[in-house]
Nanobody
Framework: QVELVESGGGLVQAGGSLRLSCAASGRTFSAKGMGWFRQAPGKERDFVAYITWSSGLTYYADSVKGRFTISRDNAENVVTLQMNSLKPEDTAVYYC??????????????????WGQGTQVTVSS
């Protein structure tokens, strides 16, 4: 069993920054990587960023590339998402997720094994 707890969401003006954290506990040794997804009202849960647990390779959605940075602290089992130059269209509930499987694709929400409860990010114009 894995528990993921997100923190750091809030309200920010356009152009501002927020830093999200995801603390993992439990059977985290099974993790291949950690991802961040977001879901706006009435929309699908979309991929934002991913980091491999062992080597720290990173992947980003085109919409956040150059503005968001994902990082991890293996010793503390924490993954962070630094979000800069925020736009109103970044408004969503942000979820972290653990991927333990090797099949499928890191870009699909269906190929993750555990999810956090989500944290709201609201960007005002």
């Amino acid at each position: 069993q894995v528990e993921l707890v997100e923190s750091g969401g809030g309200l920010v003006q356009a152009g501002g920054s927020l830093r999200l954290s995801c603390a993992a506990s439990g059977r985290t040794f099974s993790a291949k990587g950690m991802g961040w997804f977001r879901q706006a009202p009435g929309k699908e849960r979309d991929f934002v960023a991913y980091i491999t647990w062992s080597s720290g390779l990173t992947y980003y959605a085109d919409s956040v590339k150059g503005r968001f940075t994902i990082s991890r602290d293996n010793a503390e089992n924490v993954v962070t998402l630094q979000m800069n130059s925020l736009k109103p269209e970044d408004t969503a509930v942000y979820y972290c997720a653990l991927r333990a499987q090797t099949g499928g694709t890191k870009y699909s929400k269906h190929d993750y094994d555990d999810w956090g409860q989500g944290t709201q990010v609201t960007v005002s114009s």
